[in-house]
């Protein structure tokens, strides 16, 4: 697990700009999506009842806007006549566009799910070759996001040229549609998206599927990279892809985000300790934060993680650079322990311990090391330290703890 | 070698869905083929003498059903005038027609091969660039299955797209003939086709051509990985195969499978136990059954593998689902043991440990990695456990052993 | 650190030759560019009082002519009717061709920046589909030296080939202007440029940006070679590139050479002892050597190391043959030891000893290794030293230390 | 270094056959070439002078006919008006078409050398794009055999089929002049040639350039495998590329071989132990046996060596089988030992142990590894056993030693 520390000083220097096309997640996206807890078995009542628990618990509040309806919304075959998509009128007796507008009343945005292939994922019919219909389609409906997958792409993948063209034709189409609709590329990282897609897309997954699992090595995710991986797979443990994570944060920024995939924060195959190790690495590697929950019935320990608003500050903070990797140190026994920093806006930085051994580890953190990028005259410095998983005196995240100079000496993490 | 355990529950939550085109393969293929036992050495005889042994046997009963005749049936040359593939008439006097319907007229399936290349890797005649003649053909000669090659393939290999389109154009001659073919991919798993080849395939094979040895490495099959191997070559011993298999069970389903190649059992390579775990790991990884001894001259050890009607079902079972290695461990003085589990429908699973070390091994078996796919309440409910090795007071594979809770404890294997 | 050696006797065999079509980079190029020191924080200013300090510090007696414009330059967007493009008008008052007539009034020679991409790395416009308009409008300016980078390429790497076309239109481009303008190609290694570009660029960057450090492992910089590296990134510690360099030294000659990245001599982030180490490695790698510490403020250590003569004369030799690793050992502790040798004209030879293990070592140096390739009669001959860092009695670089035979007896390097 | 045993019995299954289209090296070429001893420095009299001691040694005795000039007997440029090739004229005062007539004279056939890029690797002409107008050039010249290189390739590379495309340019263009000219391709193994040049080329190179040494690990032969190999590079020791044959041994048969360069012997930098092991090695594998000493200039060493006709039978043996190894052993201190054993025609086998480490090896070698592929039956055997580089009674090679059975017992390889 982690330690989460927030410092006050001045920022670096950033090596990438962008300016991202439809102005959209400027900062990482937040919302939920019925994946992770549902599957295929989702109907307009999973999302609505979701929707409204969203608004229930004043979720919003922290920034979760989109409410993302994943795979398998889809009728048994498109429109023979017009080609048009169409959802499956068992489950969306209403329509999507219906749906769409009762999710808009709650203040809240409305995601789709499609797969850049002959077939979804789970087997539905595929956008491949209909990304105009498609698009336009989405746009209609009041669309506010696209979750566009891989599946079943018919070999088009190889080269992060082939790969790209496959994504551009739908971008276009979105950007064509006039309505302003996210666009975030699940392509598991293959042909390296942070290479190809940060003026194409909003966000691109890095690695196979999310398993709700602390760190267990799993067959179905065989990389140990997502640099060239061939075989993204799913079942990749929560640590893992913090892992797979660090060398390609350097490519993320305004509008174009490394996703570690949905959160399985309250699903239960972690501890509480883990999830909270989950929640603040995908916030300081500025992930998506799109929770994968049933946020209908969720636990206290839950709802704690989830609205830290700290955590969520420093996601969505206006900087926009992910924390970098200064060191990672294998520990006997298994496991290894990493140290986290990030520059954040007004003079900010986060730091953070990560611990994926089976022990508890007490080491010194160096300043020289915190401050690597920043020099020498910022590792000298005395900062103000608040822990952000601690409460201050109004009950607010992130408790000032005095402060530090050269290094922080004797930390524990469990 | 292999322990082999049939528990009773819960079935799992599918991750991937598909629909294949043809309609066939919905469970893994079982046949017989020539090339293991007899190479380029076939004619007439050779198939049809092979074809009665199968009904003599009541191998028909078991599921075993496709004959199919492999490379070296080809004449010198195609048919000047048409193009036309021609059968070597001294070895098929009376055509492959003639051929084909005594096959038929057995109650069995007839099947054929060729090469996407300019010639077969026996140096025949190949299909590239004459996809649709010779799919046309072998629909007039009542070809049921078609084995396709990867020799020769002037150098259309190297991103999974260019291979999709060299063994997509002979998926869509296949199709365009009217008649169900089966279509068995054999280009080695060059280019990943358990990405690329599931809605154009009925299975496709992960690797270099088998070695009826169980585990010697040989370096005619050097790629430690099938994952974006470059030289798949042959001479692949059957345990270094289910380890090639691990990481792509995830991709087969109803429809489209994994191929390990054809199976060696009886052709004297491998001890008795090791013929049984090649049988049972095939099984349960869901790849083909496709026997490759001679089946006019087999040994009761031989019959009673390929006819354990437990195991087989489990390879046909309705569930589509291979096993998944849950763990793999190295043992001291080489070799490793692995464990393997799967579910299956009616509330069913498979459970294999693996043991290519040279001594034996004893060890506990926890269910909190049996069924880690479950989770917490399978891994608590008590199982009925079947020994599907050893017979029932009937004579039936498939011995009861009672109830198990929480572990299998102290499981030898020899 | 290094150890330096300038020998004297008869060159050996070339294996490659070339004919470069612009006449331009006979040896490696040889100025200063504004990135290291200044990144985006440029001006009009910014570059010309560097070139005043260029000609006051008589940088141009040693070689430097080129002042190189890096990235930040740009307006907002190009000239909307004609697609040209356009400067910072607040930055450059006075346009690029006023400043480009400044510097070449001061007897040196203009640089300017863009990327083979839709933007810069800076996010500025990039030069993707506007390479001819780009070299016009360049050749107008008065420009001489195009550093081209990759950043934003929208996928188009990935092969050899697909990199080669992309960057192949601007050689084009700047070869139809008629302007001698040297080509900097800086696609950071990918695909391979020492393969692909050596008969359209004078140079080719080997890796991902150079970070102003020793040898400290950065995950930004996550390749462990420069082959086939799908991810260059940057941080790229200094001694990692001198690894990443030692393979491809055989692909580099006259008008054709490997770039390791610009300077960091003076920019604060190593010792004296590792700049010296940079300066001369960088050197006899035959590398361009780009200044990127401020030239308008120079400690004396700083301008010794850039102003020493005998190093920038094995850069400059005519041989134009990259320094080969003869061996490299690990030491027990980290880093290694490894030992450089290469010929220049004049029968000279120099010779360098790398440690970057936190240790000093002794050893002893054999002409059995040294003169590997050369052969047994160079290594029976004799030969007059001179150590390069040291001085003279006139205070030249490069001391006659004797004659040596067979070896370099116990040789230490700090 | 090896020990060479040549044995008597039945031969084994042949898994690949192949019809040539040319009718050329059906078995391994043989002959010489100027490359490796002259370089670049080689005129009408360096070739008139080999041709001559070819003839005067009776070399063509031993099947060595094809005296090929390697790079650089190009002039400055093509013919102007027509595109064609020129010859340097101050080297070649006749002309090539009189250089050939006279090595034909002498009853040798006469080869030449090019690039299928645009430049040679020596700098001259290529033939990328001019294939049609050198091959039928090369043909009036009366040139029996093409050697084409790899340099300055455009970037065309990368995928087997960008490779296949570039060399089957040359091949369909050597076809079309109706000559039969052996085509010898040396594209360093990029792109797996074993996979995509069987039926266009006679030979492929497999790796980057042989060095005239044992076994030293050299930074510009950087590639640990020839499989997917992105920087063949040159100054490959002689047993590192016995070790890159091993895995594509299974490609090669009639007219079309693994070329693993040409041959050292005789050139200076390996002992005679070395070079016994260098030339028994190419002959077991079915290398191209091209002789790159000076032959007007010869040791009685280097002559035994390249006379032995027992080593050459095994080269041009009918069967045309490569040997494969066994196992491949570690050797305590460096080095390893490895078993090889190949079919030959007649019912006999060629089995060798190479010792790459620095002391001398003794061991027992089983038939159960000799005879792997072989079976049980062959294992079991009694053979007669022949020493290769042993003279019989009449002072041929091949002494006879007696029988053997089950193993050969304590055998010592230096």
Same mark, same amino acid.
């Given at each position: 697990m982690s330690k989460f520390w927030f410092l006050l000083t001045i920022a670096a220097f950033a090596r990438y700009a962008f300016a991202a096309d439809n102005g959209l997640a400027i900062t990482p996206q937040m919302g939920w999506n019925t994946w992770n807890h549902f599957g295929c078995d989702i109907s307009e009542d999973t999302i609505l009842s979701a929707a409204q628990a969203i608004v229930n618990y004043n979720l919003t509040r922290f920034g979760y806007e989109y409410v993302i309806m994943d795979d398998c919304w889809h009728a048994a075959s498109r429109d023979n006549a017009s080609g048009a998509p169409v959802a499956d009128s068992t489950k969306f007796p209403n329509g999507i566009k219906d749906l769409s507008d009762k999710v808009h009343a709650l203040g809240l945005k409305f995601g789709i799910y499609s797969s850049a292939g002959t077939y979804t994922c789970g087997g539905r019919f595929g956008s491949l070759g209909y990304e105009g219909i498609d698009a336009k389609t989405y746009a209609e409906w009041g669309v506010d996001y696209l979750k566009y997958d891989n599946c079943y792409n018919e070999g088009r993948a190889g080269t992060p040229l082939i790969s790209y063209e496959r994504y551009a034709n739908m971008s276009r189409a979105l950007n064509a549609t006039g309505r302003p609709i996210l666009y975030s590329m699940c392509n598991w990282g293959e042909d390296g998206p942070w290479n190809f897609a940060p003026n194409i897309a909003n966000s691109w997954r890095i690695s196979g599927d999310i398993m709700d699992n602390f760190d @267990?090595?799993? /067959?179905?995710?065989?990389?140990?990279?997502?640099?060239?991986?061939?075989?993204?797979?799913?079942?990749?443990? %929560?640590? @893992?892809?913090? /892992?797979?994570a660090a060398p390609v944060g350097q490519k993320?920024?305004?509008?174009?985000w490394n996703?570690?995939? %949905?959160?399985?924060?309250?699903?239960?195959?972690?501890?509480?300790?883990?999830?909270?190790t989950h929640f603040s690495m995908w916030s300081i590697l500025k992930s998506p934060l799109i929770l994968g929950n049933d946020v209908t019935n969720m636990t206290n320990e839950t709802l704690n993680i989830i609205t830290n608003k700290a955590i969520i500050d420093i996601n969505q903070d206006s900087n926009g650079s992910p924390a970098n990797r200064l060191w990672k140190r294998s520990i006997d026994g298994g496991g290894d322990l990493s140290l986290w920093a990030g520059g954040l806006a007004n003079n900010c930085y986060v730091v953070a311990l990560l611990n994926t051994s089976p022990s508890s580890q007490t080491i010194d953190i160096e300043f020289s090391d915190v401050f690597f990028d920043q020099g020498k005259q910022a590792q000298s410095q005395t900062y103000t330290i608040y822990d952000l998983w601690q409460k201050d005196d109004s009950g607010s995240w992130g408790k000032n703890l005095g402060t530090v100079q050269g290094s922080f000496g004797n930390v524990s993490v469990g």
């Open positions: @267990r090595y799993d /067959d179905r995710c065989p990389c140990t990279s997502v640099i060239d991986c061939k075989l993204p797979g799913f079942h990749c443990a %929560m640590a @893992r892809i913090i /892992d797979f993320a920024g305004h509008g174009h996703d570690l995939d %949905m959160l399985e924060v309250g699903n239960g195959g972690m501890t509480f300790d883990e999830y909270v």
